[in-house]
Structure formats: structure tokens, C-alpha cells
């Protein structure tokens, strides 16, 4: 190489080093001024984090510094773990893009590990809208099964989503760990399309969030279309009072291990993260809009009219919740694995 090409060479790196080095030193502001920020939702339009997001894209822009314009981009598939692995490995690592991904994201890193290309420690959580209400298996009000003792005998059809989405996970666990035989439906793209399945006749059930119901079918809790069976987390719901946790029916201490394990996704309801290396002040103004927003009235408003849960909880607690889950003793992780094949 000439010495003009050479001294060429060293120029264009040093001009893109300071290139670089002036669009890190921005402030959020600065930044943020034109920019287009993306809200990733792990599941299809409709669904209860799709129409949180949305409520996000229009509440969400003024409280970040610059007032970027937002737009929400659903990816569902692969049990919500297309969109964990998206955000992980390809989004952009600027602070322009926010997940919404489903609360299952943490333990299926250690559950399925070949499909989950991510480790959930190094997302920057911005918080969490906690769920109000555990997971619960309904099952439709005439279907030949009254207790989950009734289950271990008689075999219904429950339909799921992806084998990564508590819908499947928590039914499977049912079957190996319980003794339940249900036969499981999977391939649903989004909780909606789950109750359409339930109203035809094509299933007799589902397990997932009461949300679901009060979101979308809210006549058939008031006029008793649904009997639930047992319910998914570490306290009884208030709304479920009559309903037995799923560790109440295990048999041995091992089994309880293993099914708080598979339920630890209830802990964390639905999660708000940015992807890893975003820039600190980024991360911080991020996290300051979403307090912000969860505080504003007009936000407040449009949550009541669409039953948008608004119990938020800031980001230590979130970031804890995860490292926490992500620290299960092997032994446990490699049972909960087994009993869900």
C-alpha cells in the first residue's frame, strides 16, 4: 500500500472513531429528536401485550427526551422466543428498540436452552406491568371434567400457543408431574384466536391469564361458562379463592421444586426491556418515560377504558426477579426440563 492510500486508510478510521464517538456522547435528546423507536411484542395483534404496547406507542413519546415517533411490530412464533432471540442477537443495540416479550422469557433459557439463543441477565429491563391474577387452567363449563382428579382419568382437549408459552408449558407439566391427561392442541398464534377455539367447540379449555378473559370474553365470567381447576403460582388468587395451586396437589417436596420453577413466569407478569449495550443515559431516560407514563393521567384513562393492568413495578425489581430465577440449582432446572417432555 502507497504511503497516500496508507495516510487515506488512517484518516477515514480516525474520522469514523470520531463519528462514533460524538453520536455516543449525544445526549438522550439529542438522540431520540426524529428518531423512530420500535415496541417488538413477542405475540400477534390483539392479544393483552399487544394492546398494552399500543397504548405505549400513543402515551409513551412524550416522556422520552427528543419525543421520538413510535411504531409497534408484532413477531410472534417459536413460543414467543422469535422475538427474545430478535432483540438478543439482530435489533438494533442503540436504545431505538423495546420489547414486550412474554413473562415465560427467563425460564426459557433454562427450560429450552436450544431454542432460547439469549441469556435474559444481560437485557436492560426497563420494569414490568404486573399481571393482576394467576395463570389458571379453564376449561368450558360443559365439558366432562370437574376436578383435576377428574383430568387424571378422563382425557379434554386444551389448546396452546407455542411449546415455549405458558399456555403449553403449564398443561404439559400437568400431564407429567400431576398425571393429568390432557391432550394438548398447540399452534395457536395469539390468546385470542385460543377463545374463538374454545367458543367453536374445537377445545374445551386453556391455561393462561385470567386477563384474557376480562379483555375478551368478560360474559363468560359473569355468567359462569368457565370451571377452573387449578391455578398456577405461589398464593392463591383472590378471584380463585376455591381453586387449588398446582403445588398443593404435588405429591413431594421434589415436585413442588419443580413446578415453582415452571410457575416462577407469574412473578414476573409482563416485562419492558431494551436490548443489551444500550448507552446508560439511554437506558435511564428510557426508564424515566415509562415511570412517567404509568403516572399520567391521560394514560390512566385510556388503561381504565381498555382494562390495561397498570400495577407497575420499576426496573430493580424486575432485573432482580430475573437474576433470581436464573439462579435455580441445576438438579431442579434439569427435573423441570424432564417433566416437561
Known amino acids: 500500500m502507497s504511503k497516500t492510500l496508507f495516510a487515506s486508510a488512517i484518516l477515514s478510521a480516525a474520522c469514523l472513531a470520531t463519528a462514533s464517538a460524538a453520536l455516543a456522547q449525544q445526549s438522550p435528546a439529542d438522540f431520540y429528536k426524529g428518531k423512530t423507536v420500535t415496541i417488538i411484542v413477542s405475540t400477534g395483534a390483539g392479544g393483552g401485550y399487544d394492546v398494552l404496547a399500543?397504548?405505549?406507542?400513543?402515551?409513551?413519546?412524550?416522556?422520552?427526551?427528543?419525543?421520538?415517533?413510535?411504531i409497534v411490530q408484532n413477531m410472534p412464533g417459536g413460543g414467543h422466543m422469535l422475538a427474545a432471540n430478535h432483540i438478543y442477537?439482530?435489533?438494533?443495540?442503540?436504545?431505538?428498540?423495546?420489547?414486550?416479550?412474554?413473562?415465560?422469557?427467563?425460564s426459557n433459557q433454562l427450560l429450552t436452552p436450544s431454542a432460547a439463543r439469549y441469556d435474559a441477565n444481560k437485557y436492560l429491563w426497563l420494569g414490568r406491568f404486573a399481571e393482576k391474577g394467576n395463570p389458571a387452567l379453564a376449561i368450558w363449563h360443559s365439558a366432562p371434567v370437574k376436578t383435576l382428579a377428574d383430568a387424571r382419568k378422563t382425557e379434554i382437549i386444551i389448546g396452546a400457543?407455542?411449546?415455549?408459552?405458558?399456555?403449553?408449558?403449564?398443561?404439559?407439566?400437568?400431564?407429567?408431574?400431576?398425571?393429568?391427561?390432557?391432550?394438548?392442541?398447540?399452534?395457536?398464534?395469539?390468546?385470542?384466536?385460543?377463545?374463538?377455539?374454545?367458543?367453536?367447540?374445537?377445545?374445551?379449555?386453556?391455561?393462561?391469564?385470567?386477563?384474557?378473559?376480562?379483555?375478551?370474553?368478560?360474559e363468560w365470567l359473569k355468567e359462569n361458562k368457565l370451571r377452573f381447576l387449578v391455578q398456577v403460582g405461589y398464593t392463591r388468587d383472590p378471584y380463585l379463592k376455591d381453586v387449588p395451586l398446582w403445588t398443593e396437589l404435588a405429591e413431594t417436596a421434589e415436585q413442588k421444586q419443580i413446578l415453582n420453577l415452571i410457575a416462577s413466569p407469574t412473578n414476573l407478569g409482563r416485562p419492558i426491556n431494551t436490548t443489551p449495550?444500550?448507552?446508560?443515559?439511554?437506558?435511564?431516560?428510557?426508564?424515566?418515560?415509562?415511570?412517567?407514563?404509568?403516572?399520567d393521567p391521560v394514560f390512566l384513562a385510556e388503561a381504565e377504558k381498555q382494562d390495561i393492568e397498570t400495577d407497575f413495578r420499576g426496573w430493580q425489581e424486575t432485573t432482580k426477579i430475573v437474576a433470581d430465577t436464573l439462579a435455580a440449582s441445576p438438579d431442579v432446572v434439569a427435573k423441570a426440563i424432564e417433566a416437561m417432555k
Do not use: C, W
Not at 400437568?174 to 377445545?203: Q, S
Open 161 to 218: 400457543t407455542g411449546e415455549g408459552s405458558s399456555s403449553y408449558r403449564y398443561t404439559t407439566a400437568m400431564n407429567h408431574v400431576l398425571g393429568t391427561k390432557f391432550k394438548i392442541i398447540k399452534g395457536y398464534k395469539t390468546v385470542p384466536e385460543l377463545l374463538i377455539a374454545i367458543d367453536r367447540g374445537e377445545i374445551q379449555g386453556r391455561t393462561g391469564a385470567l386477563s384474557a378473559y376480562e379483555e375478551g370474553k368478560p
Open 277 to 295: 449495550d444500550v448507552p446508560a443515559d439511554r437506558v435511564a431516560a428510557l426508564r424515566d418515560a415509562l415511570e412517567k407514563m404509568v403516572k
Open 89 to 106: 442477537s439482530i435489533a438494533p443495540k442503540d436504545g431505538t428498540v423495546i420489547a414486550a416479550l412474554n413473562q415465560n422469557v427467563t
Open 54 to 70: 399500543r397504548a405505549m406507542q400513543r402515551h409513551l413519546p412524550k416522556f422520552i427526551p427528543g419525543q421520538p415517533s413510535i
